[in-house]
Structures are given as C-alpha cells and as structure tokens.
C-alpha cells in the first residue's frame, strides 16, 4: 500500500469530501492525514481487520497516531456506513469497506471455527437471491419495519483444518 503522508487522497466515491467532512464532523473531528489514511487503507486492503491491525500497518507511517484515533475513526466511519463493523466470536472487532462502495460488493462470511480464516462468499445462487428478498420483504412487512441490509456468517471448517482434524465432520 503507497500512502503519501502529506497528500493522503481519498480515493474512493463513497467518501467524496463533503461525505468525508460530514462523517468527521458528526464525530466531533476533522480530516487529518491519519483520518485519510485508514480510509485509503480500506480501499487499498483487501479484508477483514481490527482496530490494533490497521494501527500497526499505519504506525510506521504516520509516528504521531494513536490507537485511539484509529478506534475513533472506524467507528465513525461504521457509524456512517463506510465500513462495516463485525464480531465473529474472537472477541474483537473487525472491519471491511462496506457493501455498496466502490470495492466493496455484497457478500457473506465462511468463518473457520478453528483457525479463524474469513472467506467471503459472493457466489449466490439465483434461487439464493430470491429467498433472501422473501425474507426481507416478509420481516418488513410482519414488523413494520424498513431493512436497510442483512450480514450472514456461516461457522465451520476450512478446508486445511478439515484435512488436519480427521474428527471434523
């Protein structure tokens, strides 16, 4: 990843400036190198990541930020739907450009219960699409309530720890 520390361009028409200032401003902030940084990090990494990854990624570029500042901003950039937020039961936080985005594109998680590998799963089924819509679209309709987007993880074994583990099953 080739971030200029003094000229950190937000590259991606999620952010565009205003959107950028918005998030930031809402958040009690304002755009800084560092800020730009973790948002280009995004569009630049391809992934999953805590808060504590992307700090050590960032930290040797830019000395001043503080883990903090990195908390801050992804939760400010989660909050406005730049990112997305997840658990996968590893107790911390993970984070990934969000659906929608410029480089990010809908997709759900095959999380390995044993190593903790996250692969995205993007090859949906025609059949697969039309069951999720039925589902929103019911849940909508039954709770009076407006569905903005869903995030599915489904839990069980990779493939090298099914290999590695013969009581997998």
Do not use: Q
Request: proline fraction near 1%; aromatic fraction near 12%.
């Amino acid at each position: 990843m080739n971030i200029n520390k003094k000229n950190a361009r937000l590259n991606f028409s999620c952010c565009r400036e205003g959107r950028l200032r918005g998030c930031f401003n809402r958040s009690g902030g304002r755009i800084t190198g560092p800020r730009r940084a973790i948002v280009d990090f995004f569009h630049h990494e391809k992934g999953h990541f805590t808060a504590e990854e992307v700090f050590a990624k960032l930290a040797l570029r830019y000395p001043g930020l503080g883990i903090a500042t990195v908390y801050r901003t992804l939760s400010a950039l989660s909050s406005s739907g730049v990112l997305n937020r997840f658990d996968f039961g590893e107790g911390k936080a993970k984070y990934e450009l969000s659906d929608g985005h410029e480089g990010g594109s809908h997709h759900h998680h095959l999380v390995c219960s044993n190593c903790g590998k996250i692969m995205e799963y993007y090859d949906f089924m025609d059949e697969e699409r039309d069951f999720f819509n039925k589902i929103e679209k019911t849940l909508s309709n039954r709770h009076n309530f407006l569905i903005k987007g869903h995030s599915l993880h489904f839990y069980g074994f990779c493939e090298k720890c099914k290999k590695e583990n013969r009581e997998v099953k």
